[in-house]
């Protein structure tokens, strides 16, 4: 066994089998999608940029989760789209590491980032007066670079307990990208102490966050309900319910694709999920923070007139 194992030069990514009809029209469709999550981001980080009244902590914390969402689908959707015009579907052993680094930092930035965000929206609704003392520019340039160092430096442990691995037999992945879970399966060696890391930065990225979270809802929860005014009420309400959306939707999927035991009759499930996350995540974000938000669409029509009369 010792003498078969080496190092690779590539990786096959079984994908979804589909017909070579069906890749074309996936080739169509996806494109479409990847444009319109770089645009709507990119909509969203300009307008708070460019209009002074979004230079607030909500706002600027926004603008790192737009370039999260845009950086996590560049990271892995440019390749498949690749694989799906060219009709193969291999990737270098060096693109496939690096892509497991950018996925899997990005990710645990965005958790991250949701975090912060909810932390920001508890001192403004239960600390209301504190709340420009609390949440300065220093404190949360300080939580924002946190965030990406915290997120690049886990994922840097991930991949180096991964290139330490031997790959001696059929390099086939079964994934669409180079998801760290599935490329661990093609490995010769003993596996348990990435399977150890990786549900421990689990806990700590998911479960720890997300308990704090709900805490910190709780008792947003009750200051809302303790407010007088009923449009105060309202717009509090309105602020949180957003944010506990994009929360739910990204919490749910990590969860099930990193803390549930393997099996492989979800391999495919989760293969789904995976594309589901890649490619409309990164579009609820604007949708659900535009739509919903007064001042975000406040700040794209004064944006739009100025544009105008120039």
């Not at 929860?221 to 994009?246: D, M, N, Y």
Request: aromatic share 14%; with cysteine; glycine share 4%.
């Amino acid at each position: 066994m010792e003498g078969n194992q080496s190092w690779i030069a590539e990786f096959i990514l079984v994908g979804f089998q589909l017909s070579e009809e069906m890749e074309l029209l996936l080739f169509i469709i996806f494109p479409l999608l990847y444009t319109f999550n770089l645009l709507a981001n990119g909509m969203i980080f300009r307008l708070i940029c460019l209009d002074p009244r979004l230079h607030s902590p909500m706002y600027y914390f926004l603008s790192h989760l737009a370039i999260t969402d845009i950086s996590y689908a560049s990271s892995n959707l440019p390749h498949m789209l690749e694989n799906l015009m060219k009709h193969k579907k291999t990737i270098s052993f060096f693109s496939c590491s690096m892509q497991m680094v950018f996925c899997l930092a990005f990710a645990s930035v965005e958790c991250l980032i949701l975090v912060v965000m909810s932390y920001d929206r508890y001192v403004a609704i239960c600390h209301l007066l504190q709340y420009t003392a609390i949440m300065n520019w220093r404190v949360c340039t300080v939580l924002a670079i946190a965030s990406w160092v915290c997120g690049f430096s886990m994922a840097l442990v991930q991949v180096s307990l991964f290139l330490r691995l031997p790959f001696c037999g059929p390099q086939k992945v079964n994934h669409f990208f180079c998801e760290i879970r599935s490329v661990l399966k093609v490995a010769c060696g003993e596996t348990w102490i990435n399977d150890i890391f990786l549900f421990a930065e689990g806990v700590f990225i998911l479960v720890g966050p997300l308990s704090l979270m709900l805490v910190s809802y709780v008792h947003i929860l009750w200051a809302i309900l303790k407010i007088q005014s009923k449009e105060g009420r309202k717009k509090a309400f309105s602020t949180c319910s957003s944010h506990l959306c994009v929360v739910g939707f990204y919490f749910g999927i990590a969860m099930v694709v990193y803390l549930v035991p393997e099996s492989s009759q979800r391999d495919e499930q989760k293969k789904i999920l995976f594309l589901f996350y890649t490619l409309f995540n990164p579009l609820l974000n604007p949708l659900v923070y535009s739509l919903r938000n007064a001042q975000v669409k406040a700040a794209f029509h004064r944006v739009f007139q100025k544009q105008r009369t120039m």
